[in-house]
């Protein structure tokens, strides 16, 4: 292969990732801005809330209790050893408000609900239900994006007291009923540690999530390829980028939001 | 009505279409054929403001759709337009009585009791009354593209554009759709652009034949012309012959 032809392609790859990363700030953008256009489809906007929030809350309290439980357990183990098991609360619930219910909420979401949403989305384009939609003088990207991605936006907190409030509850009972904690120095512990500003940067970190979460997914269902192929590659790409996005942005959030409220 | 002005378009390297210029007559049905990938989907969606060319201009009412400044202004233009999608482009989630409202529903301030009289209107016209409470994913493809129809016609646009209107359908249900053009027109009297690749099917319905070959109009005249040119490749092209001047892409 010749050094022209190698640079050409890297010079093609460069345009196209440009490319990409323009469109995908263009179509947030759009969405953003459709956000405060009329009309309002405020019923569309609840049935989405209805498909990514209500109905990932099954799940979110599978998940909730049982991390819940196994911080309990975890945390139970490590602090005997240094004679803190009374810390045992407060571990558990710092852990669930501060880091893993914000994360581990906006990843279950993101494989049930925003898998859904980019399969759906991509069929749409395939099956020029899209095309039709501007044909009749709708805008897509406000008939179908802004609902998505303000439903995202509004589910990811509540889902995450809603895991948090259940891990709690699953670290209770396996402290107090099969660790033999007290429940009275469990829950007073709790109380006592936990401040308005851990809840406040995991409802921040949640918030943000849930933009990223509406982002990709709709994003990638929007640019979907042809074809089943195409939809297949979109899903998973949606999958892969809104998590690994998530684990990012969380460090730096992370980062940010100790220094501003620690 | 529609004019298309010297019409350039590409696809990264592939020219689709190099210099097309059309007029549309103002009630009749002008059929585009030509060879798969020739582009004919693709001026569909130019005269859509769907995609945007290179060249030239598409006007309707003469206002330009392509030179259109924002969206709110291209969906003013096509205000004019209906469209009956190749697949019907239903919406999956809604009901077929809620497919056809849906223009309704979204452009207009109508009340409640006036879109069901439309509504209700093409259901009984188009013969789809005991379906309207249907999912589109319940009814035949054949049934869909009918449903797909009268979604075009509910806002009672000047122009309708056709979408090969029998992709996927067997001999019978083809001809119905056929019936079914035929009948609309004769009742609503609008413009329409088809687009196929079915002969002779599409010679009972339309009014005049353009033919598209290489990016270019190979040959524009009424289907009595289309069918006595003796252009080798119009002539490969009805015969269904795989040697001639048209080669399989």
């Not at chain 1, 949403?117 to 406000?142: C, F, K, N, W, Y």
């Not at chain 1, 670290?171 to 709790?190: D, E, R």
């Not at chain 2, 403001?49 to 291209?74: C, F, H, N």
């Not at chain 2, 054949?142 to 090969?164: F, N, Q, T």
Request: glycine share 10%.
């Amino acid at each position: 292969m010749s050094a022209a032809v190698s640079i050409e392609r890297f010079g093609r790859g460069v345009i196209n990732s440009v490319s990409a990363w323009g469109s995908a700030w263009v179509f947030i953008a759009e969405t953003i801005l459709g956000i405060f256009r009329p009309p309002f489809r405020l019923r569309l906007l609840l049935r989405q809330i209805l498909e990514i929030g209500f109905n990932s809350v099954l799940v979110i309290f599978l998940i909730g209790g049982f991390t819940g439980a196994v911080l309990a357990v975890q945390g139970e183990y490590t602090l005997s050893k240094f004679g803190a098991t009374a810390w045992t609360g407060p571990m558990v619930a710092l852990s669930l408000i501060r880091e893993l219910a914000p994360v581990l909420t906006a990843l279950m979401v993101i494989g049930r609900a925003g898998s859904a949403i980019t399969a759906e989305v991509g069929i749409m384009r395939i099956t020029e239900q899209i095309d039709a939609l501007r044909s009749m003088a709708v805008d897509p990207i406000r008939y179908l994006m802004v609902p998505r991605l303000l439903a995202g936006i509004i589910s990811m907190p509540l889902l995450m007291c809603v895991f948090t409030t259940i891990g709690i509850g699953g670290g209770y009972l396996v402290g107090t009923k099969i660790l033999g904690l007290a429940p009275g120095s469990f829950m007073g512990q709790i109380i006592s540690n936990v401040d308005m500003v851990d809840v406040n940067s995991g409802l921040i970190k949640s918030l943000v999530f849930g933009f990223i979460f509406g982002w990709v997914t709709c994003y990638k269902g929007y640019t979907c390829g042809f074809g089943a192929v195409g939809v297949n590659k979109a899903t998973t790409q949606a999958v892969v980028t809104a998590s690994v996005a998530v684990l990012v942005v969380d460090y730096f959030l992370t980062s940010i939001l100790t220094r501003i409220f620690f | 009505m529609i004019s298309i002005q010297n019409i350039h378009k590409r696809f990264g390297s592939q020219v689709v279409l190099n210099g097309i210029s059309l007029d549309l007559e103002p009630g009749k049905i002008t059929t585009v054929v030509g060879p798969s990938g020739v582009g004919k989907s693709v001026l569909l969606k130019l005269i859509l403001g769907i995609l945007s060319p290179e060249e030239g201009d598409v006007l309707i009412d003469g206002r330009s759709i392509t030179k259109a400044r924002s969206e709110p202004e291209r969906n003013d233009i096509r205000a004019n337009l209906g469209v009956l999608f190749q697949s019907a482009a239903l919406f999956d989630s809604l009901s077929v009585y809620d497919n056809i409202a849906f223009p309704l529903r979204e452009r207009t301030n109508l009340n409640r009791l006036d879109i069901h009289d439309k509504v209700s209107f093409l259901l009984n016209s188009l013969s789809l009354s005991q379906y309207h409470k249907k999912l589109p994913q319940e009814i035949s493809l054949g049934m869909r593209k009918r449903v797909g129809m009268a979604r075009a016609l509910i806002m009672e646009p000047e122009v309708i554009l056709i979408d090969e209107p029998n992709t996927g359908l067997d001999p019978i249900v083809g001809q119905e759709v056929y019936d079914l053009i035929k009948y609309c027109h004769k009742e609503w009297g609008f413009t329409a652009v088809v687009i196929s690749h079915e002969l002779p099917e599409v010679f009972q319905v339309t009014d005049k034949m353009i033919m598209l070959l290489k990016g270019r109009i190979h040959l524009e005249g009424t289907p009595h012309d289309f069918i006595n040119s003796t252009d080798p490749a119009v002539q490969q092209f009805i015969q269904g012959k795989l040697d001639g001047p048209i080669s399989i892409q």
